[in-house]
Each structure stands twice: as structure tokens, then as C-alpha cells.
Nanobody, 121 residues
Framework: QVQLVESGGGLVQAGGSLTLSCAAS????????MGWYRQAPGKQRELVAT???????NSADSVKGRLTISRDNAKNTVYLQMNSLKPEDTAVYYC???????????????WGQGTQVTVSS
């Protein structure tokens, strides 16, 4: 139905930058909100940022001013621009999308496989 493939993770020094991408593919009618979540070792998965199809965004207080979400609706792709990275940003980052596979179906939530981001001090 909907496949999400993330890319762009890696190892970076504190203060550095990375850009994550997540492309949605498959058979679907529409994609509504998309977002990024992260999970650090021993911690629960937490919201990083979300963006609606209209471009409205929401982000966690801990990342405001440093991590910025955007999307390209024509490419069904969501991005996370990560600047001024801190060691505490180290986590597996997961892409999420809420999509309808048919025009009259309910919106369902889909997840990517995750991409590792490691910030060294």
C-alpha cells in the first residue's frame, strides 16, 4: 500500500548538519500529515516534527530553531533539515505518514524502517 524509505542519516560532529529525506511510494489516494519521530536507546519514541499537506508544521520544543521539517507534495517526500546538532539528538529517526489508500477509506498510519543519526561530542 504505502512504503516509506528514509535516507540521509549518518555520523556527524556536534554543531554539524544533516538532512533526512523520506519518500512515499505505492498505491494510495492521498497522503495527509507526514512527520518525523525518533527513538534513542532505552527511551520511548518521541515526536520530532509534523507537517500537513497544506504545509502547517508542529515541532517539539527541544528541536525548535534547529530541526526544520518540509515536504514536496509532488514528490510525496518529507525532509528534516537538522542544524546545530547535539549529542542528545542521537537516535533512530522514523518517518511517518497518514495516508488514504482509496478516496473513501480511513486514513492509516505508516512507518519507515528508520535511519540512524549519531552526533558525536
Amino acid at each position: 500500500q504505502v512504503q516509506l524509505v528514509e535516507s540521509g542519516g549518518g555520523l556527524v560532529q556536534a554543531g554539524g548538519s544533516l538532512t533526512l529525506s523520506c519518500a512515499a511510494s505505492g498505491r494510495f489516494f492521498s497522503i495527509n500529515a507526514m512527520g518525523w519521530y525518533r527513538q534513542a536507546p532505552g527511551k520511548q519514541r518521541e515526536l520530532v516534527a509534523t507537517i500537513t499537506s497544506g504545509g502547517s508544521t508542529n515541532s517539539a520544543d527541544s528541536v525548535k530553531g534547529r530541526l526544520t521539517i518540509s515536504r514536496d507534495n509532488a514528490k510525496n517526500t518529507v525532509y528534516l533539515q537538522m542544524n546545530s546538532l547535539k549529542p542528545e539528538d542521537t537516535a533512530v529517526y522514523y518517518c511517518n505518514a497518514n495516508a488514504k489508500v482509496r478516496f473513501n477509506s480511513n486514513s492509516e498510519s505508516y512507518w519507515g524502517q528508520g535511519t540512524q543519526v549519531t552526533v558525536s561530542s
